[in-house]
């Protein structure tokens, strides 16, 4: 599931909260690395199970509206076909995804239902609710466009659910995004298959040994990489820098070292990337700049080397 970006942005946290405080273990940084990570595969279990709790939040919607002397009978069968619908049931029933939320033990309708209702609300407000409510007779597909529309419109960039999910895990609070992401790509297969599939931590086998390379050679040589970093300001003052400044750039340098098979390119704009959401405003600049001079200095002197993969868009820098 997760892929190389977010492992350098969990690595990034880790390896921050760890040289803030001059902690430079290893082995328990590396564990703590898999836990975060872990964190992610939670997280996907919980939003992927939005749908469910979106038709019981219906459900109580009929109840309360029967219980009226004047009841809204439009209102009524609106919320019973979305109560009803069929990726929802889909949902409720897969046995993997009600084993992972029990696990968990974190759930919509008891952690987070203030921004469930206001999910709800929001939805039953929205056009393309109206859109799905116009079609006779729904299609499976049509729902899964309906829920594609409500992680898009309803739970992608909601700072409200953000604030909620970080109160509940720390580990969550930059994992929405991606986890939208990933779901909105897989709501079809999950529609296709009749179920949900827990999605294994890692998108590829090589990327946890890259998560643990990566965090283990930066603390090792911390100290090395960050004195390199501060050695060519140009026209940067140390006094001007944050120590997410010199760890961004320091990350760079140990990807760029220790594995043969990333270009070079690569590795400068995902740390580029990096510094433009968890530092200052120019950061990124500066980031750019100090990696594009270190890394084509250390190739010159042999101390990057790359195959053959490693080396595409890379000549330059062995110029």
């Not at 002397?69 to 209102?75: C, K, R, S």
């Not at 953000?162 to 994992?175: H, R, Y």
């Amino acid at each position: 599931m997760i892929n190389r970006s977010l492992i350098r942005v969990k690595a990034f946290q880790e390896l921050y909260s760890r040289v803030c405080v001059n902690n430079f273990e290893t082995e328990p940084a590396k564990r703590e690395l898999i836990v975060a990570c872990n964190k992610s595969v939670e997280l996907f279990a919980l939003i992927a199970a939005l749908p469910a709790s979106l038709a019981l939040a219906a459900s109580d919607r009929v109840i309360s509206e029967r219980r009226k002397f004047t009841q809204d009978t439009a209102l009524i069968e609106r919320m019973e076909r979305f109560a009803s619908n069929s990726y929802s049931k889909m949902i409720s029933s897969s046995a993997a995804l009600t084993e992972q939320i029990k696990s968990i033990g974190i759930s919509w309708r008891n952690d987070l239902d203030v921004p469930l209702k206001s999910i709800f609300n929001s939805i039953i407000k929205s056009s393309y609710f109206a859109d799905y409510l116009a079609i006779p007779s729904p299609t499976l597909a049509d729902e899964i466009k309906l829920f594609k529309n409500i992680y898009s419109h309803e739970v992608g960039g909601n700072a409200l659910l953000e604030a909620a999910l970080e109160e509940c895990s720390i580990w969550w609070a930059d994992d929405l995004a991606f986890v939208v992401n990933y779901l909105l790509n897989k709501l079809s297969s999950f529609a296709k298959k009749g179920d949900v599939e827990i999605p294994p931590l890692f998108k590829e086998p090589a990327d946890k040994e890259f998560a643990l390379k990566l965090v283990g050679n930066l603390l090792v040589n911390y100290d090395e990489y960050a004195e390199m970093v501060s050695d060519n300001l140009n026209n940067w003052e140390l006094s001007r820098l944050v120590l997410a400044d010199v760890l961004i750039a320091s990350m760079g340098i140990a990807e760029a070292v220790t594995f043969e098979d990333i270009p070079l390119k690569v590795t400068i704009n995902e740390y580029v990337d990096l510094a433009k959401y968890y530092s200052t405003p120019r950061s990124y600049i500066f980031v750019n700049g100090v990696l594009n001079k270190l890394l084509k200095e250390l190739a010159k002197e042999g101390k990057i080397k790359k195959n053959p993969l490693g080396m595409v868009g890379s000549q330059n820098f062995f110029e």
